[in-house]
């Protein structure tokens, strides 16, 4: 029998949209299984092409002389006639076998989820989307997990600085711990190292373009694109800060700042930025910027052959929707 240290024998349930933590818990579940014995076999398939056959040969005692990780990707998309082969499966691992389920959210595929949570051999891992104000705190847990320290303030300098991407802000973390080792990380670290100018990040092109600042958020974009911020982060600063001004604009009237922010879902700073820009947005504009900055981020991560002319437009489109009064 497989030790309780290592996910032999059983199954490992990764589940949500959060696609960085996510890969973090099959990378685990690889690395422990390597670690188990260094010459296990590793595989990876898709869902969608399992069949009863398949699971026949998963369970066949003859195969699990050598020890394995399976890794079953869009779990979602199992086929309806699989469903029972995998469920007997999960029931009853093969000792010598690491099974890794990567659910990658919605409701799709989430009556099978509560059959395989029911069961004692199955372990999982959520990776849920943080909200604009848990970013600082993954810093704070990114640090202390490489064996280091980093202050709240600095903390949120670091996500202005780099966006609200959690795989640039683990590097990030990762180069701060790597030059300041044993030292408490503090703003002026982070500063000398992710300051720059402040107008080549995407969250710069965000907030100009939501303050209706057209011309100085064209030119932050062209900065932050120079620079080699991927297109994807900008579109991300985008929908992180329509999502900010449309909780804002939703929020009970007459809260404290600090039960302002949570209900918002954003740090305590973040706030005065988005009380000056919701002065110039109504509901009706904030509707049609969600729908800007959708079809943007999906041109981008789809067929656009162009990223610079999608967020070009994006700023224009975003800027020309706020009412300059």
Known sequence: MASPETPLGRVTLVTGKEEFLGERTVAAAREAVRRADPDAELSETQASGLTLATFGE?????LFSSVRCVVVRALED???????????????????????????????????LTKLRKLPTVTEHKSAELRPSEFPQFVVSEVKRLGARIDGEAASVLVQAVGLDLRSLAAAAHQLVSDFPGETIGVESVKKYFGGRAEAKS????????????QTALEELRWALDGGT???????????????????????????????????????WKLRSLREQSRGWSEAGLARAIRAVAQADADIKGAASDASYTLERLVLTITSLRDPR
Request: charged share 20%.
């Open 58 to 62: 998963l369970a066949a005692p003859s």
């Open 78 to 112: 199992l086929p309806d006639e699989s469903v029972d082969g995998l469920l007997a499966y999960a029931a009853a691992p093969a000792d010598d076998v690491a099974l890794v389920l990567v659910h990658s959210g919605g409701a799709k595929g989430s009556g099978v």
């Open 203 to 214: 969250f710069a092109v965000a907030d100009a373009a939501f303050s209706g600042r057209r």
């Open 230 to 268: 991927p297109a994807v982060l900008v579109t991300s600063a985008f929908a992180g800060g329509v999502r900010g001004l449309a909780r804002y604009h939703g929020a009970p009237p007459r809260l404290k700042e600090a039960d302002l922010a949570r209900e918002v879902g954003v740090p305590p």
